[in-house]
């Protein structure tokens, strides 16, 4: 299995616009979070879903975030309009379940909004 | 809620030598997992080693062990004869059996010396 793929790896965009971030889970995962990476806030969960349905959506910073899952191997993070304070690393996860199941992470994307 | 706290930001060991990182947690919870993750400069998360709250024996995988003290909610990771490869930040995570979610520390950078 090719693991979590996500993409872009890298995204520089104004503040402003509108930015999407895209994740493909492995297959057979059930499964995924959104992660955002920060030196000041360090890892935290942003939303997950378990079989395509959001479970928590807590971890949302504001209404400017959404994430959708419409099947089980495709789901977007979507940040709109975009913040300087934006910036920061953005992982994908699956995982078999959502409970005691490791969770395999995504490569991120390195989001920057100038 | 619960939280984690890894108190070291920075270790380091020669090359050979056995090291120690710390993380105590905080929870009501009595069922619950933990994971030690690892991240290289890559930045890409690597599952090192998960325990079972429910199970007393320490998880050990290859040259990776932890000390699980249920009671003190504690869960170390000893690395014993470290590698340069092991250089990388780590992050001891909690997560919850009712939820799900994972719950990182700020993390522990290790350096490796030759």
């Known amino acids: 299995d090719a693991g979590v793929i996500q993409s872009p790896r890298h995204e520089v965009t104004e503040m402003g616009q509108e930015v999407t971030l895209r994740c493909k889970p492995i297959?057979?995962?059930?499964?995924l979070f959104w992660y955002r990476q920060t030196m000041m806030r360090g890892l935290e969960l942003l939303i997950y879903?378990?079989?395509?349905?959001?479970?928590?959506d807590s971890g949302m910073p504001e209404d400017r975030f959404s994430a959708k899952m419409p099947n089980a191997s495709f789901s977007t993070l979507k940040i709109q309009p975009s913040e300087p304070r934006d910036s920061a690393v953005y992982f994908c996860?699956?995982?078999?379940?959502?409970?005691?199941?490791?969770?395999?992470f995504g490569p991120g994307t390195r989001l920057t909004v100038t | 809620a619960q939280t984690v706290t890894q108190s070291q930001p920075e270790m380091s060991v020669q090359e050979a030598e056995t090291v120690t990182l710390s993380c105590t947690y905080d929870?009501?919870?009595?069922?619950?997992?933990l994971f030690w993750y690892k991240q290289p400069p890559s930045r890409q998360m690597i599952l090192v080693i998960r325990?079972?709250?429910?199970?007393?024996q320490n998880a050990t995988e290859n040259r990776f062990s932890v000390n699980f003290q249920k009671a003190a909610k504690s869960f170390s990771l000893k690395i014993s004869d470290s590698q340069l490869g092991d250089a990388a930040m780590y992050f001891c995570?909690?997560?919850?059996?009712?939820?799900?979610?994972?719950?990182f520390g700020q993390g522990t950078t290790l350096q490796v010396k030759p």
């Open positions: 996860a699956s995982s078999l379940q959502v409970v005691s199941y490791e969770q395999y």
């Open positions: 297959s057979g995962h059930n499964s």
């Open positions: 879903f378990n079989n395509n349905v959001p479970i928590d």
């Open positions: 929870t009501s919870e009595s069922d619950y997992y």
């Open positions: 325990q079972e709250a429910y199970k007393q």
């Open positions: 995570a909690y997560q919850s059996s009712n939820t799900g979610k994972l719950i």
